[in-house]
């Protein structure tokens, strides 16, 4: 019951920032834990960040601690990250995804909504 748009991809500079927002439409968005990945060309899907439905806890992949932060604003339905030092090898399509469960995950496998993606590229 909810979907999901990303937007805010786009070229940027290696060091440089990005912010990626995903827009929720449905009437539970409160309700779903909200995670992040990408995909490279070739490589398999990989866990970013995630957020619970509450904003009390987050967690990430350790490529990106202290780089990347996700936030949510249920009251908006939109659950962001903000990319810092972002480098060549960051390049790859970032999606938004939806879980309703109790716990955070990083399985891709145990999200039950996702965007279409947004692309990112860093060049060097």
């Known amino acids: 019951q909810v979907q999901l748009a990303e937007s805010g991809g786009g070229l940027v500079q290696a060091g440089g920032s990005l912010n990626l927002s995903c827009a929720a439409s449905?009437?539970?968005?409160?309700?779903?834990?909200m995670g992040w990945f990408r995909q490279a060309p070739g490589k398999e899907r990989d866990f970013v960040a995630a957020?619970?439905?509450?904003?009390?806890?987050?967690l990430y992949a350790d490529s990106v601690k202290g780089r990347f932060t996700i936030s949510r604003d249920n009251a908006k339905n939109t659950v962001c990250l903000k990319m810092n030092s972002l480098q060549p090898r960051n390049t790859a399509v970032y999606y938004c995804?939806?879980?309703?469960?109790?716990?955070?995950?990083?399985?891709?496998?145990?999200?039950?909504?996702w965007g279409q993606g947004t692309q990112v590229t860093v060049s060097s």
């Open positions: 995804a939806a879980d309703l469960a109790p716990s955070l995950r990083y399985v891709s496998s145990g999200y039950d909504y």
């Open positions: 449905g009437r539970t968005f409160s309700s779903y834990n």
């Open positions: 957020i619970r439905w509450t904003g009390s806890r987050t």
